[in-house]
């Protein structure tokens, strides 16, 4: 490969599940704190770098920005160790042998299509202080065709050709609430690598499988491709799971309209092997950081390239979503007697999802938020999630406690299904509530339970009893 001079030694080094690395992470958001974390657990050397001071302090003096389950306790084990640190100093960085990047690709204000400000950003910084023997890899979602025009970036940044530049695309997978379970013991690895096949290209893959050593140990599938089709797992692999849930939540609507119930419905069809039961949870639909971005980044790409009309049907996927929203609003205010105006609403969550505390895209915040726009008083309560909802989306009155929420109220609405709220005795909740009504907007809670306690149970695409 032309230009590739430092390149004909990197076959010959072996990499095992005995040799560790030093590793830099650059970024130490959600995905950034976790790998950091995770990868300094496996035995590497990490070094983990950031823009905010702030954040680069709260990690090194083991407090984590975020919420998910057992991240507090493997930071502070892993700082125990001395295997991991955190700085604002890039320089801090150059002796690592991999360094991945793992910014956010948030989506642009205004816009359908990612934002890869802090994509480029971390590439530019990066390169002048890149030894030409490490390795770049990106973990970052982002849009097709980015990878080669950040190896160049890079390159151009550290002075030398864009085939001098050493560059992994390895999308990352994870599930908030199980990411690092998703992180140490995932259920593939993606490599991308710019030519598949070539002495260059297995080189960079040695020594990323160095650094994955022991789930690759244990059987975890590798798959290694070219840098478009890598980028694209991520986001394909995203947009197939929001079109299987805006599928059930369009079938959920069939049901009202019918009669039916969506929550049998799915258990029939989940039954058939080519379907499954996972993502057929019908309810208020998807939000977070990562499905509606990437789905609307995905068809603004495709636009494009001239591809638009390949994904056309994302539209609806999204639309379908945005509509159980205003459903669960509408079904609120039926609730009230035809109106929200004056009444008291008891929003339980505020997390997109349980085991969080990330409200990006929160549809419970959404309809808490509509629901105050339409005169209600509106208190919300959530496990993990009020001290940043508080901070970030102010208007509704954040409570505590569940007491405090339904205190008063002509209905509850359940829209995050917290192991908490499913588990709760609806019998200790009748005499607070001015009028025993919920409206289970996740199908998480046991109808009978409810109805047997005295409450009138209502629910997304089931029956009205």
């Not at 690395?21 to 983990?48: D, E, F, K, N, P």
């Not at 890039?90 to 890869?116: K, M, S, Y």
């Not at 065709?145 to 560059?167: D, F, H, K, M, Y």
């Not at 695309?169 to 690598?193: K, Q, S």
Request: charged fraction near 20%; aromatic fraction near 6%.
């Amino acid at each position: 490969m032309p230009g590739w001079a430092a390149s004909a030694a990197f076959p010959s080094r072996r990499y095992s599940a005995e040799v560790t690395q030093t590793i830099s992470v650059i970024g130490t958001g959600y995905l950034g704190a976790v790998h950091a974390v995770c990868m300094a657990h496996l035995g590497h050397a990490v070094i983990a770098y950031d823009v905010d001071e702030t954040k680069v302090t709260a990690l090194a003096n083991g407090r984590t920005p975020l919420y998910e389950p057992g991240l507090d306790e493997l930071l502070a084990s892993s700082l125990a160790t001395g295997r991991l640190t955190f700085t604002s100093n890039l320089a801090d960085v150059a002796d690592a042998d991999v360094h991945f990047i793992c910014v956010g690709t948030p989506q642009a204000p205004g816009e359908n299509r990612a934002d890869l400000t802090y994509v480029y950003a971390a590439a530019d910084a990066l390169g002048p202080h890149l030894r030409e023997d490490a390795l770049v890899v990106g973990k970052s979602t982002v849009p097709v065709a980015t990878a080669e025009r950040l190896r160049r970036r890079i390159a151009t940044a550290a002075g030398r050709p864009a085939s001098q530049v050493r560059l992994v695309w390895n999308p990352e997978f994870l599930r908030e609430g199980f990411a690092i379970e998703d992180t140490l013991t995932p259920d593939r690895f993606v490599y991308g690598v710019a030519e598949p096949g070539t002495p260059e290209a297995e080189a960079d893959v040695a020594l990323l499988d160095a650094v994955y050593a022991k789930s690759l140990a244990d059987g975890t599938p590798r798959l290694v491709m070219d840098y478009p089709s890598a980028e694209l797992v991520k986001v394909a692999a995203n947009a197939f799971l929001a079109t299987k849930i805006s599928f059930i939540n369009a079938m959920s609507e069939v049901c009202e309209a019918a009669g039916g119930d969506v929550v049998a419905l799915a258990e029939a069809i989940g039954h058939d092997d080519r379907i499954g039961h996972k993502f057929l949870g019908a309810g208020v639909g998807f939000g977070g950081g990562c499905l509606p971005k990437d789905i609307r980044a995905f068809m603004a790409r495709a636009g494009e390239l001239g591809a638009d009309q390949a994904l056309t049907f994302l539209r609806e996927v999204d639309a379908i979503n945005l509509r159980r929203r205003a459903r669960m609003v509408d079904l609120a205010r039926e609730a009230c007697g035809g109106t929200l105006h004056g009444r008291t609403v008891a929003v339980l969550g505020a997390a997109f999802k349980p085991n969080s505390d990330d409200i990006r895209d929160s549809p419970a915040l959404d309809i808490a938020e509509m629901i105050q726009a339409a005169g209600a008083s509106v208190r919300v309560h959530d496990p993990r999630a009020l001290h940043v909802a508080r901070v970030q989306r102010p208007g509704p009155d954040y409570v505590d406690t569940v007491q405090e929420a339904v205190a008063g109220a002509h209905v509850v609405l359940h829209l995050t299904e917290w192991q908490e709220y499913r588990d709760l005795d609806p019998s200790t909740l009748t005499t607070s509530v001015t009028t025993p009504v919920i409206i289970d907007g996740r199908n998480k809670l046991d109808p009978a339970r409810w109805r047997e306690a005295g409450w009138t149970y209502r629910a997304l695409g089931r029956p009205h009893i």
